[in-house]
């Protein structure tokens, strides 16, 4: 009986071109990869060089991602990207079919505070998970309890979320950087 290996780390599954070269960003030396090295080191100058193929895509949904790729799976898993996609899924599981519109308004409002955000030079991630969810926590009058579980199936750690809450609670945290851009992104 054989063992399952996960698709992109059994070696029988790959093709040619999962196996290349690269020079070397630091000396040129050429430098040959495996599509699931992570990191190698220069033979010539002894530099540490990423790969500059490696797909981790599968790390920011696999449940088995910590086992393949350690540590480099939670950086992964928490990309503002990945968190952001994890919390759009999150709540459209919560919503009915027919919240079409509101789900709508609240992907607007991300977007919006995420380019204010960025436009700022600021974390987007707080304005846009309570831009995102705001506007669905108080039209669905959820609790506290009902967006904190939200944003743990999302991956969103206990302290951010705290700090997402506070700014969606009525008359919210005024003194918080965050609350001007999550005003104008969900006005």
């Given at each position: 009986?054989?063992?399952?290996?996960?698709?992109?780390?059994?070696?029988?599954?790959?093709?040619?071109?999962?196996?290349?070269?690269?020079?070397?960003?630091?000396?040129?030396?050429?430098?040959?990869?495996?599509k699931d090295d992570i990191t190698l080191r220069?033979?010539?100058?002894?530099?540490?060089?990423?790969?500059?193929?490696?797909?981790?895509?599968?790390?920011?949904?696999?449940?088995?991602?910590?086992?393949?790729?350690?540590?480099?799976?939670?950086?992964?898993?928490?990309?503002?990207?990945?968190?952001?996609?994890?919390?759009?899924?999150?709540?459209?599981?919560?919503?009915?079919?027919?919240?079409?519109?509101?789900?709508?308004?609240?992907?607007?409002?991300?977007?919006?505070?995420?380019?204010?955000?960025?436009?700022?030079?600021?974390?987007?991630?707080?304005?846009?998970?309570?831009?995102?969810?705001?506007?669905?926590?108080?039209?669905?009058?959820?609790?506290?309890?009902e967006v904190l579980a939200l944003l743990a199936?999302?991956?969103?750690?206990?302290?951010?979320?705290?700090?997402?809450?506070?700014?969606?609670?009525?008359?919210?945290?005024?003194s918080n950087p965050y609350r001007r851009i999550?005003?104008?992104?969900?006005?």
């Amino acid at each position: 009986m054989s063992l399952w290996k996960c698709p992109g780390q059994d070696r029988s599954f790959w093709k040619p071109e999962d196996i290349f070269e690269s020079p070397c960003p630091h000396c040129g030396q050429s430098i040959e990869f495996w599509k699931d090295d992570i990191t190698l080191r220069c033979p010539n100058c002894k530099q540490l060089v990423g790969n500059p193929r490696f797909d981790p895509g599968c790390a920011a949904w696999c449940s088995y991602a910590s086992k393949c790729l350690g540590e480099m799976a939670r950086a992964i898993q928490n990309q503002p990207q990945i968190i952001r996609t994890r919390l759009e899924v999150a709540l459209r599981k919560r919503l009915k079919p027919e919240d079409r519109d509101l789900l709508n308004r609240s992907l607007k409002a991300a977007q919006r505070a995420e380019e204010m955000a960025m436009a700022e030079k600021a974390e987007p991630l707080i304005p846009l998970a309570a831009s995102l969810i705001g506007p669905a926590a108080r039209i669905k009058g959820w609790s506290r309890e009902e967006v904190l579980a939200l944003l743990a199936e999302a991956g969103i750690d206990e302290n951010t979320a705290g700090s997402i809450c506070r700014l969606l609670e009525p008359g919210g945290d005024q003194s918080n950087p965050y609350r001007r851009i999550i005003d104008q992104a969900t006005a």
